[in-house]
């Protein structure tokens, strides 16, 4: 017996689909670093594992380069930053923003060679955040999300940073997936179902895809009526805007509005870094949100980084994945075809022709409570 006819004869490969649901969008734009982290040292960083170098140049400008000496393949991020340049550490070479040579220590004559020049990738910096596209060989025609409730009037913004062991889809479907929670979250999420059916209207267009939950009552307990007096119902979307930004937005009566903004960047085909940023204004004080919410949503994360590296180690063990829908599945699929359409640069209606549960407008009934982080909010207020 060959050993290709004992591979072939295992469990594991006549289980495996030999797929990845993995799409590499690069001419985008993705959150590398916070501008808080961005200071006088280089930082190294890594997008769909393309090795970054980010820096200041002299003007204090954020600045992305390829992290990878133009000399000698040494990584540009293990130098130091001199005088708005980047020194590499190996022979000094220094490179200034958009990655020009300018100074080549030992050579008597003229620094400047295009031969010697560092690749530079386009950078942003916008609302506390480091943008970078990992394409440079494109001038970008799109300019990165904007946070937009992040520094305005009468909202309190708590940023938070942490790294999932999961594709960028698996993060994004999980970060917008609402039947998990009652499950993976029990105890800090409601797990008993209220028996309230609720309407999500789906709304797909070319860039983006939005679940609206309609009917959700107020949180009970005391936090529900504390939050919202007159009683009323939650207003709830998820979002997920291609190709790396999921939102879950809350409205309770005219006083209580949250905005979860989430950046995924693949740091890898299997890693993916996560950064959150909750705007909020409530009935309860900023103060008191402040000190509850990063712990708690610390908490309800790593359930996820958890779950998310068991599904990851599954799906590689088996080289490959499975998947099965239903209508309670309301976001995943959508969030797939506008990450293919985006890697391939073309409207998602092309990359849905011939699928037949791919409408852009969809309304599905489901059981489950939508105001979970809410909910798992005023519990944790109680
Ligand atoms: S390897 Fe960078 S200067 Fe020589
Ligand atoms: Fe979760």
Redesign the pocket.
């Known amino acids: 017996m060959s050993s290709q006819d004992s591979d072939e004869l295992t469990p594991l490969r006549r289980f495996a689909r030999g797929r990845y649901s993995v799409a590499r969008p690069l001419a985008r734009w993705y959150v590398l670093a916070t501008s808080a982290e961005l200071r006088d040292k280089p930082l190294s960083r890594s997008v769909f594992d393309l090795p970054v170098v980010l820096f200041r140049d002299g003007r204090g400008e954020a600045r992305a380069l390829l992290d990878r000496?133009p000399?000698?393949?040494?990584p540009l991020s293990d130098g130091r930053v001199v005088g708005g340049e980047l020194e590499?550490p190996?022979?000094?070479?220094r490179f200034d923003g958009g990655g020009a040579c300018r100074h080549v220590p030992c050579l008597v004559g003229e620094s400047r060679a295009k031969a010697r020049d560092a690749v530079a990738l386009p950078t942003r910096e916008l609302d506390g955040y480091v943008w970078v596209m990992p394409a440079h060989d494109v001038t970008p025609t799109t300019e990165p999300y904007r946070f937009a409730l992040a520094g305005a009037p009468g909202y309190t913004t708590v940023r938070q940073r942490v790294e999932a062991p999961g594709t960028l889809h698996a993060a994004a479907e999980n970060a917008l997936d609402v039947p998990h929670t009652a499950f993976l979250h029990k105890g800090l999420f409601r797990s008993e179902s209220r028996g309230i059916t609720l309407t999500v209207n789906v709304r797909r267009t070319a860039d983006r895809v939005e679940a609206e939950y309609v009917g959700e009552p107020r949180p009970p307990g005391i936090v529900g009526r504390l939050l919202s007096p007159s009683g009323g119902t939650v207003q709830h979307w998820d979002r997920f805007v291609s190709p790396c930004v999921a939102e879950v937005e809350y409205r309770l009566g005219a006083e209580n509005h949250i905005l979860i903004a989430t950046a995924l960047t693949p740091a890898s085909d299997f890693v993916t870094v996560m950064h959150a940023c909750v705007s909020f204004k409530l009935r309860v004080p900023a103060a008191v949100v402040k000190r509850v919410l990063p712990p708690l949503a610390l908490r309800i994360f790593q359930q996820d980084a958890a779950l998310l590296a068991k599904q990851t180690e599954r799906v590689r063990r088996f080289g490959g994945e499975q998947y099965a829908w239903t209508d309670a599945d309301v976001l995943g699929k959508h969030i797939w075809w506008l990450l293919r359409a985006a890697e391939r640069g073309v409207p998602v209606a092309i990359v849905n022709r011939g699928v037949t549960r791919g409408d852009a407008h969809a309304t599905v009934k489901v059981d489950a409570g939508v105001g979970e982080a809410l909910g798992a909010l005023a519990a944790a207020l109680c």
């Open positions: 000496c000399h000698r393949n040494v590499c190996y022979h000094g070479w």
